[in-house]
Structure formats: C-alpha cells, structure tokens
C-alpha cells in the first residue's frame, strides 16, 4: 500500500480545496513540492494555503494513488470517478 511519508507532510491547496468547495483533480511534485489542487485557472495569486496531507486523505482516500509521483511529474483526473493520469509537470 502507498503512503505519503511523512504522513503529516505539508502540502499547498488552493482555496476551492481548503473550503471543500471542489475536488482535487490535480497533484504535482515540482521540486518536491507537493500542490493539490482543483485544476481550475480561476485562482488570485496567494491562493495558496498549507495542509497536512492526512487531512486530504481523510476526505479522498485515492491521493494514496499518487504518493509514489516522481519529482517533476503530476497526476490528473478528469472527475472524482476517473482514474489518475501522471506525466511531466507541465507549468
């Protein structure tokens, strides 16, 4: 089974995350830096806020899926019924 080590590691969300107003339907690991997100352009900037990724899991036990994502990589999905697509980060 995957897990997110450690697993209080801090991630960045977007405000639609951080209010449980959308899904995550985007993971990337830029430089190791770990971002879910919901994958919509309609962000300000210092939309960003830290979470620890157990709190995501609780909700969404399939980001388990992508803990072993490379640096340089993400994972997309299209729904919360999709499965997860991983490729290069692209900014």
Known sequence: MLKFSPTNLR?????HIFSMERPILLITNE???WMFLCGSDD????DCLIVGVAHLID??????????LPIGFEAERK??????VR?????
């Open 87 to 91: 490729g290069p980060f692209k900014p």
């Open 31 to 33: 430089d190791g830096d």
């Open 11 to 15: 991630v960045f969300v977007c405000s």
């Open 43 to 46: 962000h300000s900037d210092g």
């Open 79 to 84: 729904s919360v019924e999709h499965s997860w």
């Open 59 to 68: 909700r969404d036990y399939t980001l388990v899926e992508c803990a072993d």
